[in-house]
DNA sequence: ATCTATGCAAAGTTTTTGCAGCACG
DNA sequence: CGTGCTGCAAAAACTTTGCATAGAT
């Protein structure tokens, strides 16, 4: 049902990057362009091997067990790119053969949020969204609220406004979440197209 | 001259901590928050007034009917503070023999976020919460992960983030939302002394 | 008089829970 | 071998929808 638009990411300081007005097109989500921030490049691979001894060590942290079920659910997690609901989730294994049920998608998924492999997002929906976290530039989003287009963005100021707040009101921060909400450039030149019709 | 704060707000500039929404009983979906009581606090008439005049404008512009339920639930939203759930909403006016169904308070709630007379927020949870916003500062919020305590801040940074983003990936911003999450300084305190305990 | 908005309840979505049996440690 | 984890399905939590009718213009 929900759709993962393209993703790609803009880091403020910098040029905006490709990710031209032009051909949105309403894509599934076959085009991942996520940038190379220099610690990206490396294929999943490896990476895949270090998130794995991460949760390995989370679950004996805490005593919990090591599952084939928890296992695959964070490959699969990691072999995808984007964001990604629960239902496309299961659905993806389900595909290669890796039945798991829906609760324990949910029960990994607690897991791997909590220990920060995995991040949880509301784009004002009631349907909750993840994304890999491990390894990735942490990043912000903005949200077309006409065709649901997401797109990332970093900016390091935030980190600045967490550490004050955190300082002023006591609270050890643990993560953030900024979305911006807003019409992009394509659907205001439909929007625009319509009107002058009109 | 009418301009009480209610709930207040950290602004990241100065210092001035506040607290916004107490914390409710875990426990998952089961229990809410408990309803904030929406009689104290200076009484918004006048604001009232320009908040009803805005709605009113805004119903005759997209040609909708002026019904008494759709002002009934302008009249209880802004006679709250802090944040509410629909549910809490709908209670509160039931108790006031304001009879509206569930039905006509989405419906109305939609039409006040679109005019943006009120705001919706994601704590989180899968459970929209809404807030007046007319007259009100743009502010963005602070979570506890533990206790569900909201706080709220101000930051002049996030604008001109905003800005910039909206500039650089060519997006009309309409509003953003920014949760920070993390662990408050009381539950912090009990966990500390959890932990002296053993 | 005309249609829109309401109310009610049923259906729809997403997430959580209870319990029997399997498998990790 | 015991107990936590999984799978299944039913329940819960929240939201949306369909249809008859009250009510705004």
């Known amino acids: 049902m929900s759709k993962s638009p393209d993703v790609s990411t803009l880091t403020t300081p910098a040029i905006a990057a490709g990710q031209g007005t032009g051909g949105s097109s309403e ?6 362009h996520t940038p190379s921030p220099a610690s990206e490049a490396t294929l999943n691979t490896d990476k895949l091997e270090e998130v794995k001894k991460l949760f390995t060590a989370h679950l004996e942290n805490k005593g919990l067990r090591k599952t084939g079920e928890r296992y695959a659910i964070l490959e699969e997690i990691y072999a995808r790119s984007g964001h990604f609901d629960v239902d496309e989730l299961y659905a993806g294994m389900k595909e290669r053969g890796l039945q798991v049920s829906r609760a324990t998608v949910y029960n990994t998924l607690d897991l791997l949020v909590e220990q920060g ?4 997002h509301q ?3 009631n349907l909750a969204q993840y994304e890999k976290s491990y390894g990735y530039r942490q990043h912000d989003h903005v949200i077309c609220t006409e065709c649901h287009k997401v797109v990332e963005f970093c900016d390091p100021r935030i980190h600045g406004i967490q550490t004050m707040v955190g300082d002023l009101l006591n609270f050890h921060i643990l993560h953030h979440s900024l979305n911006l909400y807003g019409i992009c450039g394509d659907c205001r030149a439909q929007a625009a197209a319509r009107n002058t019709h009109a």
């Open 27 to 32: 894509t599934g989500y076959a085009a991942k």
């Open 117 to 120: 492999l995995v991040s949880k």
């Open 123 to 125: 784009f004002g929906r």
